[in-house]
T-cell receptor
Framework: AQKVTQAQTEISVVEKEDVTLDCVYE???????LFWYKQPPSGELVFLIR??????QNEISGRYSWNFQKSTSSFNFTITASQVVDSAVYFC?????????????FGTGTSLTVIP | ETGVTQTPRHLVMGMTNKKSLKCEQH?????MYWYKQSAKKPLELMFV???????ENNSVPSRFSPECPNSSHLFLHLHTLQPEDSALYLC????????????FGQGTRLTVV
């Protein structure tokens, strides 16, 4: 079963619109971590944010904000006033306890295109 | 120097060739990973080296062979690959134990002809 689901495969918005990228995860662990990464055309995954399972506070960083809700197992990502430079593939990921290293489970990604 | 460096960036190889991908991290991390990224599929974890232990995805074919001589270097040796192995191969590192984010290299775009 997929541990991380990103149902939106592709999204297109016009510049300055707000856009929300959805992420739903599945885990039986009580301790886990959630992440968002951005992958521009260059290929490198760029880390954006980490949340642990005990901290449900929403977070805002500039035009980015994240809404973590354990009740619905969701960790959604909103970009406000989108810009062309936001065009990329965005990945949500989950890391669970019980492993010597960090095993990251990634979703299939959402490709965001911001149209000027 | 960037945090995680992968070479080469692009590689074209025949099915009978042997080649190696290289990854180097300058972040002082103690865990390194190989991921395979194919179109329309989730990133697939291939191998993890963490705290001197190796963990592998049992579905990875034996034609892929990792090597981790120290905590800063990671190799992926390739031999007799198939066209379906064409993908972007990403290296990452993190600081074990659980909880820290992984930092990724720019990947090697592999094409098997």
């Amino acid at each position: 079963a997929q541990k991380v689901t990103q149902a939106q495969t592709e999204i297109s918005v016009v510049e300055k619109e707000d856009v929300t990228l959805d992420c739903v995860y599945e885990t039986r662990d009580t301790t886990y971590y959630l992440f968002w990464y951005k992958q521009p055309p260059s290929g490198e995954l760029v880390f954006l944010i980490r949340r642990n399972s005990f901290d449900e506070q929403n977070e805002i960083s500039g035009r980015y904000s994240w809404n973590f809700q354990k009740s619905t197992s969701s960790f959604n990502f909103t970009i406000t006033a989108s810009q062309v430079v936001d065009s990329a593939v965005y990945f949500c990921a989950l890391s669970e306890a019980g492993f010597t290293g960090n095993q990251f489970y990634f979703g299939t990604g959402t490709s965001l295109t911001v149209i000027p | 120097e960037t945090g995680v460096t992968q070479t080469p960036r692009h590689l074209v190889m025949g099915m009978t060739n042997k080649k190696s991908l290289k990854c180097e991290q300058h972040l002082g991390h103690n865990a390194m990973y190989w991921y395979k990224q194919s179109a329309k599929k989730p990133l697939e974890l291939m191998f993890v080296y963490s705290l001197e232990e190796r963990v592998e995805n049992n579905s990875v074919p034996s034609r892929f062979s990792p090597e981790c001589p120290n905590s800063s270097h990671l190799f992926l040796h390739l031999h007799t690959l198939q066209p379906e192995d064409s993908a972007l191969y990403l290296c990452a590192s993190s600081q074990a134990p659980l909880g820290t984010e992984a930092f990724f290299g720019q990947g090697t775009r592999l094409t098997v002809v």
